[in-house]
């Protein structure tokens, strides 16, 4: 690893930015765009210049990581673990506002939620993967296939994820309907490809595997829903 790799990867890019952990993209960006403006390359003194170029540096570095939802995917899983990311209250409600309204079949008003909170928090695989499954529900199946791709790039090893593009396209029987055969032929196709090459391996789903405990189940239209494994907290 490179001298300068190693140094900024020690570096804590939340604190670089004076930003909390459960900082959305939104805060991230003003935050970035807030300090840069107080730097200036122009200084007469050479010392100077050199500290805000190294200063600029840094703030670009960490930019650059939580800026990006897959790094910061993947720099927050390092960090905090897979099972105690930073959760940010608001979008936290929106969501739990989401899966409300898709419980209780308002399909429209749940995509609306699901939507903000992935643009909120596109980083969080959790949140794309229930957008994908709303979007299965309205039948737009190349909307749910690129969440679903983006969740697995998002976390590779994210279960809730694989399991689900094994429920919804893979056993899901809505999808295999005669008037769009071609289509979750491909569907399939990508998507296992997305996984292998995300994991090395695609996992079928493990009915041991909990699900997680605010899954928006995809709609069964007639079908029973297979009960939840742990209620809405």
């Given at each position: ?14 604190e ?7 900082a959305?993209c939104v ?8 300090l840069?403006?107080t ?12 500290r ?20 910061r ?11 105690s ?33 992935s ?6 695989s959790l ?61 399939s196709?990508?998507?296992r490809a ?5 994991t ?16 928006a189940r ?6 029973d ?6 209620p809405?907290?």
């Open positions: 690893m490179k001298l300068e790799e190693r140094y900024y990867a020690e570096k804590d890019y939340y670089v930015l004076a930003l909390q952990p459960d959305t805060e991230v960006q003003a935050a970035y765009d807030r840069t403006q730097i200036s390359l122009a200084n007469a003194d050479p010392e100077a210049r050199v805000s170029a190294e200063r600029m540096l840094e703030l670009s570095q960490a930019y650059e990581v939580l800026n990006d939802p897959i790094q995917s993947h720099y927050d899983i390092r960090t905090f673990g897979r099972h990311l930073p959760i940010h209250a608001q979008v936290e409600n929106l969501f739990r506002e989401a899966i409300r309204a898709f419980r209780t079949r308002k399909t429209d008003m749940a995509l609306h939620y699901f939507k903000e909170v643009s909120l928090y596109p980083h969080r949140y794309r993967v229930h957008l994908a499954i709303a979007y299965a529900d309205k039948d737009w199946l190349n909307f749910a296939e690129a969440e679903l791709q983006t969740a697995l790039r998002l976390d590779p090893e994210d279960r809730f994820a694989k399991e689900t593009v094994a429920r919804v396209l893979f056993k899901h029987e809505e999808f295999k309907r005669e008037a769009s055969p071609p289509l979750v032929k491909r569907m196709a990508s998507l997305v996984v292998r090459a995300a090395g391996r695609l996992d079928a789903p493990s009915s041991t595997d909990p699900l997680h405990p605010n899954a995809p709609s069964t239209r007639g079908q829903r297979a009960p939840r494994t742990r809405l907290e």
